[in-house]
Every structure is written in structure tokens, then in C-alpha cells.
């Protein structure tokens, strides 16, 4: 369902008309607390109150009586039914944004990194990460090309952080997943530091990467290193943070 579809503001002007006729209604039966309470949680699930519920459960049996329950229960119902509805679409809405946010973006970094490359991405929930070989629509394989999925938060840890894309000593990184470690030495130092899975082409092959990346930013030039392991990583990170500041001082 897409937003145009739902008329937001007759939704809301509904619910609000069924709340008052319920509370109406609620102050004709003049139930006992304990009795409206069971009556509230039979109506949210059911928009009718069976003869046993009316009788047995409430200890009511007119026939006004009945009908006053019953317009009770519609309107709780359908309360409840909308509220349900407009939960599931917002959330279903959240979910499409970070879906085309991190698929668009992937293949936008993805083609940063490696230009020659001819990539398709994908983004899906529960979806296995992964960069394998691309396949056309006959299953030949098309060379050089790469099918990659990236999770579904991709755009907000990834690409938002400015980690999508790193130079490595032989060549740019396209950053496929991550995990952010707190290193108290570092992170005082403005390093920030992630976990990473990363994807090297090399000869028109793409191969993922156990690695370790990361992230110097003190407010002003942002420095990023990418290495096999922790030492290369931080010896890295410090001699491109070194060159920066030398870069910089010899510009004044």
C-alpha cells in the first residue's frame, strides 16, 4: 500500500468519532471496572459478543443491553483494527526507505570503487550478505560483474558513516558489512574502529575479506585505513594521519 492510498486524516477523524461513541456507550452500561475491563480485551480481538459473553461473562441478558455491548465491541474493534493497520504501514514504510536507501547507495559506492566493474545490488531482509559472480537473465556469466547484497541497515552503519569505500595499500575497498569495536585508547584519540567485511577486485574477480578498518576525524580532514589486522590497521591510520597534518601545515 502506498502513502497516497490512505486518506491519513479521515483515518484519524474516524477514530476519534469511534472513541466518542464508545466512551458514550461505555457510560450507558455503567459496568462494574473489572467487567468493562474483560469486555475491552474480548472487543479488541472480536467485533461481536457472543450470547455466552453477554450473559455468563458480563451477567447481562436484555436485549438493550446486548445491543449496546455490541456497538461497544464494533467500535473498540475497529479502533484498535486501524491503529494495527497504521502501525504496520509506517513500520512497512521505514523498512522500503532503508531498502531502496541502502540498495541505491551500495551501487553507487560499489561503481565508486571498482568503475569497471558491471554490479548489481540487493537488500533484503534476513537476506545472506554476500558478492558472488553475476549471472544475466540466460544464466551466462557476465564477466567482471558482481551480485551483491548488503544488510538492510547498509546506509546508516556504512555509508552515512563514510566507510563505504576505503583505500587499501593495493587498492580500493567496497565495505560490504561491518561491526564497530570500542577501543578506549584510540576512541580518545578520535579513531574509531570497525570489524569489517570487505570486497577487493583484483584481474575483474571479486573476493570478500576479513579486515580491520578505520577512522580518524577530529572535525577536520576525515582519514580512513584498512588493513588484515589490528597492528597494520592503527600503523596505517597513524601515518596517513601524520601525512595529513603534514599536507595541511605545509599549505599555509
Known sequence: MQTSELDFKLLYASMDALKQSASFTYKQMDLPHDKMKRLVEHSREYSYVSHNAATSVLGLNSTSSKILISHFSHCVHEIHKTRKMLREFENKSRLDDAR????????????????????????????????????????????????????????????????????AGDGARFILDCKERKIKRLNEEYIRCWAVRSVKRKHKICTVENAILMKYDAGGEVVLSIADNWAKAESLIRRRKKDSTLDVLMGL
Open 100 to 167: 531502496h536507501e541502502s540498495k541505491s547507495n551500495s551501487y553507487r559506492a560499489f561503481t565508486a570503487a571498482f568503475p569497471s566493474a558491471t554490479v548489481e545490488t540487493s537488500c533484503e531482509v534476513g537476506g545472506q550478505v554476500h558478492c558472488l559472480p553475476l549471472y544475466n537473465k540466460w544464466d551466462s556469466l557476465v564477466e567482471g560483474g558482481a551480485d551483491v547484497m548488503v544488510p538492510i541497515s547498509w546506509n546508516k552503519k556504512i555509508y552515512e558513516e563514510g566507510i563505504s569505500v576505503v583505500q
